[in-house]
């Protein structure tokens, strides 16, 4: 999604400076060109805000459900370790704040992995909690139940925070690259209104 969000910021910048074509035979395309990147750029985030706001139901995945049983809301980051590939990648996703005695629920596509990684941090950068767990059999649904502030292993749990922090990152300059975009977009829209009247 990154590249695409980049592609349309240029295009965004472009039809800015196409304002100022006005008159001549490129004026026409220049319009058409406005347009069509508007068009294209509203409806790229619009259906990209439904797809992240719908439910994450993957299918063949295994349903993980993490309980927090700790007094205090810890904000839980699920790391998938694709072990089963070559390439050994990992997919990091947030789970969520999750309060006291309540859940939360989430999908992994365990089709290159075997195991997962569970991390929950107190406050933004306090790491209270970590966990491994295997997945033997694929077709039945994960259910973990955080009950103490534990890290079963320091070496993996510091791997787990650069991949945690290497998350939160690229979320942070992904939505840098979304607020400049969505600034361009009223840019754009009020200078073609304000040409209309």
């Not at 592609?7 to 074509?21: A, M, N």
């Not at 990091?92 to 365990?110: A, D, Q, S």
């Not at 992995?113 to 649904?141: C, E, R, T």
């Amino acid at each position: 999604m990154g590249f695409i969000i980049s592609v349309i910021f240029f295009s965004l910048i472009i039809s800015l400076f196409l304002y100022k074509v006005k008159s001549g035979e490129f004026a026409k395309w220049a319009k058409i060109f406005r347009i069509f990147t508007l068009v294209l750029s509203i409806s790229l985030f619009t259906y990209w805000f439904i797809k992240k706001s719908s439910i994450g139901i993957v299918s063949n995945s295994v349903s993980l459900q993490v309980i927090n049983k700790l007094p205090q809301p810890l904000d839980f980051y699920v790391i998938n370790v694709n072990n089963l590939d070559k390439s050994g990648t990992f997919e990091t996703k947030h789970i969520g704040n999750v309060r006291p005695e309540y859940y939360r629920i989430e999908h992994l596509k365990l089709t290159k992995s075997d195991q997962y990684w569970i991390v929950g941090y107190l406050g933004k950068k306090n790491m209270v909690y970590f966990s491994q767990h295997a997945v033997p059999n694929k077709n039945m649904d994960q259910i973990v139940e955080v009950q103490n502030y534990i890290i079963q292993s320091e070496k993996l749990s510091e791997q787990a925070k650069k991949h945690v922090e290497t998350y939160n990152f690229e979320n942070i300059q992904l939505g840098i690259w979304v607020t400049l975009c969505f600034l361009l977009i009223f840019l754009n829209i009020s200078l073609m209104v304000r040409k209309k009247l």
